[in-house]
């Protein structure tokens, strides 16, 4: 389990990285990756690649980076979901909440 | 140089005596060994004593002359090559000719000219040396070609072996598939699933020869086991490419077709990796539909990247599907020219009775390439029959129905010490996916697993609300507090029970997950969907879009979720 980030260089983009499960044992860590950047970005992109799994909580996770960001003028980017992790966001229709690649 | 020559044998046969020593001396002096006699009849038996390997013939001598000596000599020789050179005073060209018609390979005029003498002994050894080395190489290719095909004999009777249990004989597959096609890299594999469903697999390896075939058994081995116990297909094509991907050399890999006839259903499931189009020919209106390969082949992707969609087509009983390797459009004629897929095209559409389209399509491909038969055509067709019809191949599938766990139960009561350092998901989930039919669904399993071990470790035993995780700072308290009390933790037990039994084509899991907490108000707050606020609550919602159904009973302690899987899936 890790969780990876880092700016672009024009400090406008913020790329988390999550490798392994995604569940509550991550929270601390993912909160950490927005949350401690001198200034906000703009856009946000949350990288599944190496996600293998996704539970309840990680979807809790997942709003609370979207509040943080703005809520519904939030910009934030789901990409490299595996298929069984991209189901599990489908089903509770986060499609509508976030771009999902 | 000829001192370092390994020292010849050299037979010398002339009936005039000072002809004889002059000439012994000379090739002495080289350092050679001399066998000397004085007639063609002597010269014959110290042949066959001594194998010499070069003889000397004076043409002329009496009782046996040189013509005849040398006629018997070579003849004794064999396939050995033993130069003869005739010693003669004749020079007439028809004398000389028949010295070389008796077998001779070359001459020497009398007198002897020392030099050439010697050049020319020199030249015939070289040959004679040349030509041993081609005989020992001619005998090692020979041998090695023995074994080839005796490994080769092995290998297929081993192939065989594991492939034979097809049904391949079923009255509604016509196949051609030479004898030794698994050595050009073609398989045929055929079996009935417990459903009644037909699963074939035409695959074509890169490669000729043992490289081709050696992925065959895995292969072949894979697909009967798998087909029987009633995996499914994606899983099959799964494991074939995981396995050939894991085994093979990178650049070997699989071109093949995978279907699944259901004869109930009329409709098939096909996956083409690679192979020429597969052609679904309507018997009503004669109508052809190319299902075009829409994936890499087998053993090139690993798993994580392996695409398993696959074509639905309906069918007619009558309709026929046939699969190829590109053997068909890749038939030359005498001139060259390949057959390709309009010729293919034309006989479907000249055809008139679909049942032998089959034979039209051989006798083309026959026709074409000029009589000759090839062997690196690999052709099968299957027609759709009425459920029931299918005769081929073991009918008695019943006790491989139940080869997987079929009808079990199972409780599991986990306690304070278990919960801090065990994670008990993994083991569940292991023995859920020893239902074969269960293995395809692991994904939405482990996620009902998941939530709801959590919702019964979190708010069961620890006592933790979901009220908590409605501000981010609770989110983050909730996980901190989670800690907290699961470390200091002394009493709380969350009990598994797993039901599993067959239904239908299928089954039924019942899985109920009990906490020693005190429950909760389940009818006005899980079933109410406005109730979600803040970052929680999504779990059970995410449950019931996964499974048949969900219930709370009683106090809201204890979970009932129940779990159908068609064995069609």
Redesign the interface.
Known sequence: MGIQSHVSDDGKELVISIQGRFDFSAHQDFRNSYETLDSQPTRYKVDMNETTYLDSSALGMLLLLRDHAGGNSAEIEIVNCSPDVKKILTISNFEQLFTIE | MSQQAKPLKILIADDTETDRRILEAIVRREGHEVISVCDGQEAVTAYEREQPDIVLLDALMPRLDGFGAARQIKELAGEELVPIIFLTSLSDTESLVRCLEAGGDDFLSKPYNRVILQAKIKAFNRMREMHQEVQIQRDQIASHNDHLMQEQTVAKQVFDNIAHTGCLDASNVKYLLSPLAVFNGDVIVAAIRPSGSMMVLLGDFTGHGLPAAIGAMPLASSFYGMVQKGFSMVDILREVNQKLKQILPIGVFCCASIVDMNFSKGKIRIWNGGLPDCYLHRSGTGEVEPIRSTHLPLGVLDD?SFKDDCLHFEMEVGDRLYMWSDGIIETRNPKGEMYGEERLQQVFAGNKVPGQVFDDIVNSVHEFAGGERDDDLSLIELTMAEPGQIDGGPRDYSPQRHSGMMEWSMDLELQPSTFRLFDPLPLLLNILVEVPGLRTHS?SL??IL??LY?NALEHGVLGLSSEL?HT?EG??EY?QQ?QQRLDTLEEGTVAFSMDHRVLGDGGELILKVTDSGTGFDHQNNIDNPHKRV???G??I??IR??CHSLRYIGTGNQVEVVFRWDGDD
Request: hydrophobic share 25%; glycine share 14%; no cysteine.
């Open positions: 994580s994904g482990y996620t998941a939530e959590s995780k981010p989110f983050a996980y989670r803040g970052y929680s999504r779990g919602p995410l879009t996964l």
